[in-house]
């Protein structure tokens, strides 16, 4: 009778998880899909007819050039967020004393203690024509009137983005150089491996996809951040929730489910990538050498 009863619950314990991805995971997106394919009524409800107005509105040119400037974008930040965290992760997990490295990491959890505006906000008292920046050099006489690209431009939605964006890509590469094995730095001391080979020939093949984590994280933050395009990129901006917004108040609902529908499908898609990539002959060649070496 035990046995019986230790089965079905041991049963449950394996479906448990697995529902619960479908009920968080699967059933909103195919609910999603579902709407993305609906067609929005005048009286402000959704009607059981198959159309792809959505789509069709969310492919309009001046629609496409907005997500390609805002793609574009994030492309930039989390190529740049990448390229700083890879020797931060590095120095923090493996060159800096423990109090150094407490301190490193704590320097890395502010921006979490801030909104967006607040950082957002920040950056204008640092980039603004009477800001910190333009202040300084004025007083140095370095120039002579304020420096009007630091402000309202593309250069401080990237730079405001990368800030906030930052952590996102730092801390998964500092749990991966964290848990790879001392005896692996032991062995690269005692063969006198200097550090960036060993950061770049041991330690970042055998941390793929904590890097691609880190890159798509900060990608996905960049992508979908409002506050740094609404308050540092002047009468150009483009973020996502502008355009949402813009959809909502045209009363193009549907429209609002497709380019969800499509951002979840990219992502589904990189990711896919990402782990055939990772199960390559070439990439698990070189995730080998390098636990050889």
């Not at 965290?85 to 990491?105: D, E």
């Given at each position: 009778?035990?046995?019986?009863?230790?089965?079905?619950?041991?049963?449950?314990?394996?479906?448990?998880?697995?529902?619960?991805?479908?009920?968080?995971?699967?059933?909103?997106?195919?609910?999603?899909?579902l709407?993305?394919?609906?067609?929005f009524?005048?009286?402000?409800?959704?009607?059981?007819?198959?159309?792809?107005?959505?789509?069709?509105?969310?492919l309009?040119?001046?629609?496409?050039s907005?997500?390609?400037?805002?793609?574009?974008?994030?492309l930039?930040?989390?190529?740049?967020?990448?390229?700083?965290?890879?020797?931060?992760?590095?120095?923090?997990?493996?060159?800096?004393?423990?109090?150094?490295?407490?301190?490193?990491?704590?320097?890395f959890?502010?921006?979490?203690?801030?909104?967006?505006?607040?950082?957002?906000?920040?950056?204008?008292?640092?980039?603004?024509?009477?800001?910190?920046?333009?202040n300084c050099?004025?007083k140095?006489?370095v120039?002579?009137?304020p420096?009007?690209?630091?402000?309202?431009?593309?250069?401080?939605?990237?730079?405001?983005?990368?800030?906030?964006?930052?952590?996102?890509?730092?801390?998964?590469l500092?749990?991966?150089?964290?848990?790879i094995p001392?005896?692996?730095?032991?062995?690269?001391?005692?063969?006198?491996?200097?550090r960036p080979?060993?950061?770049?020939?041991?330690?970042?093949?055998?941390?793929?996809?904590a890097?691609?984590?880190?890159?798509?994280?900060?990608?996905?933050?960049?992508?979908?951040?409002?506050?740094?395009?609404?308050?540092?990129?002047?009468?150009?901006?483009?973020?996502?929730?502008?355009?949402?917004?813009?959809?909502?108040?045209?009363?193009?609902?549907?429209?609002v489910?497709?380019?969800?529908?499509?951002?979840?499908?990219?992502l589904?898609?990189?990711?896919?990538?990402?782990v055939?990539?990772s199960?390559?002959p070439?990439?698990?060649?070189?995730?080998?050498?390098?636990?050889?070496?």
């Open positions: 009778m035990s046995s019986n009863h230790d089965g079905y619950f041991g049963r449950w314990a394996y479906l448990t998880p697995g529902l619960f991805l479908v009920l968080v995971g699967a059933l909103p997106f195919f609910l999603l899909v709407k993305s394919f609906s067609t009524t005048d009286a402000g409800t959704f009607a059981a007819v198959w159309s792809f107005e959505g789509y069709k509105d969310i309009q040119p001046h629609r496409l907005i997500l390609w400037r805002i793609a574009r974008r994030a930039i930040v989390s190529t740049l967020d990448l390229s700083m965290a890879v020797p931060a992760a590095y120095l923090l997990a493996r060159s800096v004393k423990p109090f150094l490295r407490a301190f490193g990491l704590f320097c959890t502010v921006p979490f203690l801030a909104s967006d505006v607040s950082r957002a906000f920040s950056w204008t008292l640092i980039l603004g024509q009477n800001g910190l920046i333009n050099l004025l140095l006489h120039l002579d009137q420096l009007h690209f630091l402000m309202f431009s593309e250069f401080s939605v990237i730079l405001a983005l990368v800030s906030a964006s930052l952590p996102f890509a730092v801390f998964p500092f749990i991966r150089f964290s848990t001392s005896n692996v730095w032991l062995a690269c001391d005692d063969l006198g491996i200097s080979r060993e950061l770049f020939s041991i330690a970042m093949p055998l941390s793929l996809g890097a691609f984590l880190s890159w798509l994280a900060s990608a996905v933050v960049a992508f979908g951040s409002a506050a740094e395009a609404e308050m540092l990129g002047g009468v150009r901006r483009a973020d996502i929730v502008r355009m949402i917004s813009d959809l909502e108040a045209a009363r193009k609902l549907p429209a489910f497709a380019l969800s529908t499509i951002f979840v499908c990219i589904m898609l990189i990711v896919w990538w990402a055939r990539m199960r390559s070439r990439v698990a060649g070189l995730i080998s050498g390098a636990r050889h070496d």
